[in-house]
């Protein structure tokens, strides 16, 4: 099996050229770069399965090194992003304003300003799999700090079509918690620290519409300046392209097949498990390891810590799972791992020396509705629930429970909280007056 978790394409130069269109004006950019290509997306990173079968999808991708970013055409890529996640950062998903600030898009035509610099890469996508199109800064000693160092534009091939990502890493000044014991008038230091951001976008490249992101220079030396990244889908591969294409997925492909083993139910089962815990027990594979094993078992609750927690949490986090995996056993991963997940969060949750980080806070809420108030009762809730549909009833009967609370506050929180779930008594309102709140849960009592 040692080949099953390989990259398809690892480093892959497919297509991979300096055909500029015309000179360059300087040699080289103070970047570096690279093509690799991956079974899974860009959340998920690689995975041990192949690619489903299919067409290739050519794509390719543009690099304009220049002078200057013409930033009254540009619009911030947050504009178009469905979701931007900040892993192992104490700021809330959805309020990012770091390195994607210094990241843009071109709605409306196609720029084409004069380069200073120019290279082409391309390459072709089979169903499930990626083309990550990676720059990387190689001036350290001028580099910019707040603005990226590593950025990849990352593009996958789904069944409703192309999915965009840009995952942009670099150092960003964040403030660092108060101590509980601080004097009242105590301000946040300040630290600078490596951040990882991930934008996922709602527009992607269609044959005859290219798609244009701009990112700032990530060096003084070209102050004002930066790439132009143009991504385009042709309408056909050139012969040489496709050769070159089908040969290098298809040796991957025979690799992978080759030296699987066929394996009963069961056995895959066990040894994908084993796999995962492999992959949790070292850093660099920590994340996306949670969540492939999250999506795949149905534990939301893991998926959303493996997005947000910091490095630190989920090491945390993957030893607790660890510890429990013999007593728990194998039958039901997606339950033990959601049982773990939630006896970590509320334990951190009731730490008094520590305040539970904002993201997380936000994690338990999202799970637990107003009994993220409480995580004694969450705590409670998840030990006496044998499985994950019944902590999801009693879930449900805990927030009903808080729809009688004083609390404003913690009435509108359960009530959002059965209303995204239609669990919701008909004709309650948390702000309504104490009686009609009260004749309506009498008519929803009676109802059941």
Do not use: K
């Not at 995962?276 to 070292?282: K, M, S």
């Amino acid at each position: 099996m040692a080949g099953r978790g390989r990259l398809l394409g690892t480093a892959i130069s497919l297509g991979l050229s300096a055909c500029a269109t015309s000179p360059p004006i300087v040699d080289e950019p103070p970047v570096e770069l690279s093509l690799t290509q991956f079974a899974g997306t860009s959340l998920t990173g690689p995975q041990e399965e192949a690619p489903g079968p299919g067409s290739m999808l050519p794509l390719q991708v543009r690099w304009s090194y220049v002078e200057r970013l013409p930033l009254a055409e540009l619009e911030p890529l947050s504009a178009y992003a469905d979701r931007i996640v900040a892993p192992g950062s104490p700021t809330p998903l959805g309020t990012i304003a770091g390195l994607s600030g210094e990241a843009f898009l071109h709605a409306g035509g196609v720029l084409w300003p004069e380069p200073l610099w120019e290279r082409r890469q391309a390459t072709a996508l089979l169903p499930g799999s990626t083309a990550a199109f990676q720059a990387r800064s190689v001036d350290p000693e001028n580099g910019l700090r707040s603005v990226w160092h590593e950025a990849s534009v990352e593009i996958t091939r789904l069944p409703g079509g192309l999915e965009v990502a840009v995952r942009l890493t670099g150092d960003v000044l964040e403030q660092l918690p108060i101590p509980s014991d601080a004097d009242a008038d105590a301000r946040p230091e300040e630290e600078w620290r490596q951040r990882e951001e991930l934008l996922h976008l709602n527009v992607a490249p269609r044959i005859g519409e290219p798609l244009q992101l701009a990112l700032a220079a990530p060096t003084r030396r070209f102050l004002g300046g930066g790439l132009i990244l143009t991504l385009e889908r042709p309408a056909l591969l050139s012969a040489v392209e496709a050769d070159r294409a089908r040969d290098e997925l298809g040796r991957e492909l025979d690799v992978t097949r080759e030296e699987a083993v066929p394996l009963e139910p069961t056995e895959r089962r066990d040894l994908w498990i084993r796999s995962v815990f492999a992959a949790l027990a070292r850093e660099p594979s920590r994340r996306s390891a949670l969540s492939v094993f999250a999506e795949r078992t149905g534990a939301p609750l893991a998926g959303d810590l493996a997005l947000v927690a910091s490095q630190e949490a989920l090491a945390s986090l993957a030893d607790r799972v660890e510890s429990a995996r013999p007593s728990l056993g194998s039958d039901e991963p997606g339950w033990w791992l959601t049982h773990e997940s939630w006896m970590w969060l509320t334990d951190r949750a009731e730490r008094e020396d520590v305040p539970l980080e904002a993201e997380l806070v936000s994690v338990l809420r999202r799970h637990a509705g107003a009994v993220a108030r409480f995580p004694d009762i969450a705590r409670e809730a998840v030990a006496e629930s044998p499985g994950a549909d019944e902590l999801e009833e009693r879930l449900v009967r805990e927030n009903r429970t808080f729809l009688h609370d004083r609390n404003p506050t913690v009435r509108v929180r359960a009530f959002d909280w059965l209303s995204a779930r239609r669990e919701a008594p008909e004709g309650y309102d948390p702000l309504a007056p104490r009686s009609d709140r009260r004749a309506a849960l009498a008519r929803a009592e009676e109802q059941r």
